[in-house]
Nanobody
Framework: QAQLVESGGGLVQAGGSLRLSCVAS????????MGWYRQAPGKQRELVAS???????NYADSVKGRFTISRDNDKNTVSLQMNSLKSEDTSVYYC?????????WGQGTQVTVSS
């Protein structure tokens, strides 16, 4: 069973940047959509950004202009460049792959933005 592993989270001051990456351990075929979600304590998990196999992107209004999602189809990886971070971006970030074989989730990586 393939798994997703996120990296790149951490503590950063408001206005700073972080880059999250997600890689699959094991083979996942025919990945259609790769995405990043986040969940803060007491809140529902929400979509941050997604990208299709063709490169079409979708962003939550709250991160438009600040975050950029990208993917490498050859390596089956997805990244999230986060700039101009705000305290409200503090959350656990999860990557998700929607593939022919199903939906895969990572274990999450903590992003904390100090004001």
């Amino acid at each position: 069973q393939a798994q997703l592993v996120e990296s790149g989270g951490g503590l950063v001051q408001a206005g700073g940047s972080l880059r999250l990456s997600c890689v699959a351990s094991g083979s996942i075929f025919m990945i259609n959509i790769m995405g990043w979600y986040r969940q803060a304590p007491g809140k529902q998990r929400e979509l941050v950004a997604s990208i299709t196999s063709g490169g079409s992107t979708n962003y939550a209004d709250s991160v438009k202009g600040r975050f950029t999602i990208s993917r490498d189809n050859d390596k089956n990886t997805v990244s999230l460049q986060m700039n101009s971070l705000k305290s409200e971006d503090t959350s656990v970030y999860y990557c998700n792959y929607q593939a022919k074989g199903g939906s895969y989730w990572g274990q999450g990586t903590q992003v904390t933005v100090s004001s």
